[in-house]
């Protein structure tokens, strides 16, 4: 039997395309999808239930209305000087043993000397501001509601027994049901306190660390952190101060399904970088007049226009190192095909991409996000606006900058009249290693609270103080040590926002540990 040529090119495609697919299957079975986790000592015999008075200190905290406002001169400073006397109140033997000094009246930093000063220190952040609650009256506020129930009973309710309200007034401190109720609870004096009790705890044990250990808490975080952390970082700089670690807020452990469906172990999500942002308005113009004698394209419809091709034409997605790093932590837990197109990215990240870009959350991972937030016409049914008016918002992917992304909306825009104001901006974050022993003491403690966690770089969708401290470390890690489910994720600058005493405990132990086995 006689082959012809045409036969012969088909047989060579299929064994061609039989050795893909047995090169695609092989390298999936081999892919090494998860970094193996040190071995950990099991922490027994452990109780994570705080103690009545570090759970008495830290509602007590909550109960200060240390609410910030986008314009800074409009704060009621009150609470803010009533915190500061109560964090000296409280942690008498930290203000006694640290070296504390404040910044811009309201910024506060504490210096803990250690025994080497040829180490290089290490720094925790912090905000003790909140953002407001809808409808609070601050003089409302009275230290005599007091809702603290018995901590030994923590764990006797289910914790998604959860109301959409507020079941106790959002600055009570109230503690019930195993959790600790009010503004500020997960956002963010939890790290405060936990740091503050954990410094309490070390003092009167006689602890002194090898290293200078540093606490710096803003107090603007929530409008920007130009006041705080921005005046409290040039003072750093200023003395010359680089920091082995940093460590802030920015990444949770979700806990079994909320991040995932098919991911039903605790994720530990530390973010080694962060998204930077940029809002630009767009006023676009065209021809006004009555409503009557419309011309073929108004302003507001050559702004539907571009926001059309902003919201189509979107700068594209890529996998940075962190979410490379995620994807190999998380693939064990995914789908066949869903392993296959990560350990095959040399032919098949298209279509990796395109499977990360079907969600929002997962999109936001890969791409500068483009977010049409405003838009605006005339200001009468029957006028026709000579200017139309759009607010757009982007998160800025590490690698991709400010720049570029306003250039991308002068390409989209070049064939209209446009003038293009910038609002607001910020680079996006530098990326911090995972070779360092600041990101390594992460994963070692988590591997002792959380054995069956999968632990992984990430990176930031908001905005962190820490963002500001890149001129003093280059190692900066925002995680903290709560696991969440879906819900409670939600409470944060929600209504009920809470932390259970289980995930307050924890984060006492986890950052004492930190501090003393540096």
């Not at 808490?217 to 750093?236: N, S």
């Not at 991409?353 to 937030?373: C, D, F, G, M, Y």
Request: charged share 20%; glycine share 6%; proline share 5%.
């Amino acid at each position: 039997m006689t082959i012809t040529g045409n036969e012969k090119i088909i047989l060579v495609l299929l064994a061609l395309l039989l050795v893909v697919v047995m090169v695609l299957l092989i390298k999936t079975w081999t892919y090494n999808f998860e970094t193996p986790q040190p071995a950990m000592e099991q922490t027994e015999n452990i109780s994570y239930l705080p103690s009545p008075e570090a759970i008495r200190r830290f509602a007590g905290g909550i109960r200060i209305p240390t609410v910030s406002t986008e314009v800074y001169e409009d704060t009621d400073f009150r609470p803010f000087d009533e915190f500061k006397t109560y964090l000296a109140d409280v942690y008498p033997r930290v203000n006694e043993t640290m070296e504390t000094e404040t910044v811009n009246t309201y910024g506060l930093v504490f210096r803990w000397k250690g025994k080497n000063p040829n180490l290089k220190p290490i720094l925790f952040l912090s905000h003790y501001d909140m953002v407001p609650v809808a409808g609070y009256d601050p003089d409302q506020y009275s230290e005599d509601n007091d809702f603290f129930l018995d901590p030994e009973e923590a764990f006797s309710t289910p914790l998604d027994e959860i109301s959409e309200q507020w079941d106790y007034p959002p600055f009570s401190g109230a503690v019930a049901r195993g959790r600790i109720y009010g503004r500020g609870t997960l956002d963010m004096k939890c790290m405060l306190f936990s740091l503050m009790e954990g410094a309490e705890t070390l003092i009167a044990e006689g602890f002194q660390s090898e290293r200078d250990i540093w606490f710096a808490f803003g107090h603007d975080e929530e409008v920007g952190g130009r006041q705080g952390a921005l005046q409290i970082a040039a003072m750093f700089r200023e003395r010359g101060l680089s920091f082995d670690a940093v460590y802030d807020e920015g990444g949770i452990i979700a806990a079994p399904g909320a991040a995932m469906e098919s991911i039903q172990k605790p994720l530990a999500l530390v973010g080694t970088g962060e998204k930077g942002f940029l809002t630009l308005r767009l006023r676009v113009k065209g021809l006004g007049g009555h409503s009557s004698m419309p011309p073929a394209k108004s302003s507001l419809v050559y702004a539907a226009e571009i926001i059309e091709r902003l919201n189509t034409e979107q700068i594209a997605a890529r996998i940075i190192p962190p979410i490379a790093s995620f994807l190999d932590h998380i693939g064990s837990q995914m789908s066949f095909l869903d392993r296959m197109t990560i350990a095959n990215q040399w032919i098949m990240k298209p279509l990796l991409i395109r499977n990360l870009e079907k969600t929002p959350a997962s999109n936001a991972l890969v791409r500068t996000t483009t977010a049409i937030t405003m838009a605006r016409g005339s200001d009468a049914a029957n006028v026709l606006a000579s200017v139309a008016e759009i607010t757009v918002n982007f998160r800025i992917l590490p690698g991709d900058s400010v720049a570029g992304v306003i250039q991308h909306v002068q390409d989209i825009c070049q064939d209209y009249e446009v003038d293009i104001e910038v609002v607001s901006e910020r680079e996006p974050s530098g990326i911090s290693s995972e070779s360092t022993r600041g990101f390594e003491i992460i994963r070692e403690k988590i591997g002792r609270l959380y054995p069956d966690a999968i632990v992984s770089s990430y990176i930031t969708i908001g905005g962190t103080d820490s963002y500001k401290y890149q001129t003093v470390s280059e190692h900066i890690y925002r995680f903290l040590p709560m696991q969440l489910n879906t819900f409670e994720q939600r409470t944060i600058h929600n209504e009920n926002e809470h932390i259970s005493l289980e995930n307050y405990g924890k984060m006492l132990w986890y950052f004492q540990e930190i501090m003393s086995t540096f």
